[in-house]
């Protein structure tokens, strides 16, 4: 089954028999066109629609601006006007490009992505958590999008730990790991990412800022880079000059923790319970990891209880943290679960 | 009359006696509290709302993560569970805390900015055009904040002139650019921008690539940096090396045409007839300007036979261009309509 057939059938069980994706990255998944999201709601664009029905390929509904980058996608495009120097209406366009493909049909859909005069026009049910679900398991195109994004990943994670020096800022160390990124990635891109530094690096999270890196600091970064509608993530923990003897042992700790959490990934294993292998013993405020894809943080998730059950094709980003008064050290990798075991994605360093 | 006033206003007009500020440029400017927008839908929060009455500062609704900074504002808080290890429920979250605070009011607000499942909650009336056009007169706090904001975009200009030099790629100059905003600012920001070159910059927009400078390209950069809530706006068209004497000549003819422009800013103006000045015996496929403020583009937009008439606050982008088979210019400022002029507020250089 192609996330296509998984798409339709999610519609099935709700008695629709068509799929509107409204969520970005649900646009994403089914037709591989990857929205702009990096500078908030546009004055003259609403985000994408795709319609699918088991008849053919999904219809992208764009402005015009973007019809030759949705026209490179294997799907329809419908548009409606864009950027001009005439009235903008996003709204108006949408819905009237969006009523002609609908047609009046009960759509499976995510009603939280859908503007409310937008959603006011149509039919429908919302699937939005089992269409989180559907995305869990990957195609193989899927997969070598999420591997070149970790790429772009790698290139952050190298600059860091290249360039960090003490003296500088975390801003300017943090220039040249989103200077590695855009090269990497061959345009500049939005990522999600911490950049913190100290001694007693409490703050597990957080962006670079005008603190000065100091002998004995350990920096936390973590890198998630979007790269042609699919997220990587990636984490690493570095010691600028000598770390201490506790930062040597935290790390080794986490090290371990991480090496045992990727070596437990196997079809079948639940989520919880990864969760819980990761986290015995440690006290970190946030989830063990969580599947990644054209969200950042999605199904399955490794948090207490979880009830998911890993299966093979999903991407998992684990992420052990160890966090005191006196340090902080978090290491991530991109994980594959494979037909009978695992494949790690991430190629950076994770060395002290 | 303060802004709050003004978007009060607003609502008595509709026959309500309440604003909900549901657009993240709107929340911003009734309230000061700047959400993040860089890396699209969050699966923990929703974009956050605001409530103001005539009764007192506005309510904030915003996830707990976010309570501290919304706190630094002059408004009321409230909270729904954010990031966690349990169940995420953003969509509830919002509907149950927004239920209290809204109380069965009738709001004034922007419903193209409200998730369907929760505008399903509310009696609401579209006041999304006359917010837009209330927004477009600004208060002398927000003046302060486009300032700074400003100072970041000159801070990336600064960088383009210093450093763009043949050898390197746009991504390289681009770094540069990055680095230098993002180091004026103190933290990572979003831009929207454009960097592109060429001997024959036939494309007005895009972003920076792989393409390595030449002796002879000219390089259209044009920068609009995120700062608390604000957006700034800027261009420029440098050359490397030495430019051609049609490079020259068209550079000073859209110098001239911008000095022109900002010149005959003052109150009384009607927007569509600064844009015929400005675009007389031009044909760039733009707008010739644009207000800013919490959105890039906004009131008044500066377009052929627009109405709006320029009033003391209003802040203005004035971008003339010029492109042809052979060579693209483009040269922005910010400009402040003051009582009886204008005042020009960026600081960047427009030589070629």
Excluded at 63 to 75: I, K
Excluded at 234 to 248: D, F, L, M, V, W
Excluded at 280 to 295: D, K, M, N, Q, W
């Amino acid at each position: 089954m192609t996330r296509r057939d998984r798409a339709l059938a999610v519609a099935r069980d709700f008695g629709a028999d068509a799929v509107l994706a409204a969520h970005v990255g649900t646009v994403a998944w089914l037709t591989g066109y990857a929205a702009s999201i990096g500078t908030g709601p546009s004055p003259w664009a609403l985000m994408p629609f795709a319609m699918l029905t088991p008849d053919g390929p999904p219809v992208l509904v764009v402005t015009e601006d973007e019809a030759a980058a949705a026209a490179a996608t294997d799907c329809e495009v419908v548009t409606y006007p864009g950027y001009g120097i005439g009235p903008l209406d996003p709204v108006g366009g949408t819905i009237r490009a969006l009523s002609a493909v609908v047609d009046g049909r009960l759509v499976a859909t995510e009603p939280a992505s859908i503007p409310a005069p937008v959603a006011a026009r149509l039919e429908l049910v919302d699937a939005s958590r089992e269409l989180g679900l559907a995305r869990a398991v990957k195609d193989p195109d899927e997969i070598d999008k999420i591997r070149a994004s970790v790429r772009v990943a790698d290139a952050g994670q190298r600059a860091v730990r290249e360039r960090a020096a003490a003296g500088m800022t975390e801003l300017d160390a943090w220039a040249y790991v989103c200077g590695a990124m855009h090269a990497a990635a061959g345009s500049p891109i939005p990522s999600v990412a911490d950049l913190v530094s100290g001694p007693s690096s409490q703050r597990w999270e957080g962006p670079p800022g005008r603190r000065e890196l100091e002998d004995g600091d350990l920096i936390i970064t973590d890198l998630s880079p979007l790269l042609s509608g699919y997220w990587a993530d990636s984490c690493s923990t570095i010691a600028i000059g000598e770390p201490t003897s506790a930062a040597r042992s935290a790390h080794a700790r986490i090290r371990g923790r991480l090496e045992r959490a990727v070596d437990a990934v196997r079809p079948g294993v639940i989520a919880g319970d990864l969760d819980a292998l990761i986290r015995e013993g440690l006290a970190y405020p946030h989830h063990s990891g969580h599947g990644i894809g054209t969200t950042y943080h999605e199904e399955p998730r490794i948090v207490p209880g979880w009830p998911t059950v890993l299966e093979p094709g999903m991407v998992l980003a684990l992420e052990p943290g160890h966090y005191t008064e006196d340090l902080g050290v978090r290491l991530e990798w991109v994980v594959l679960v494979t037909d009978d075991g695992y494949e790690v994605l991430s190629r950076h360093l994770v060395d002290l």
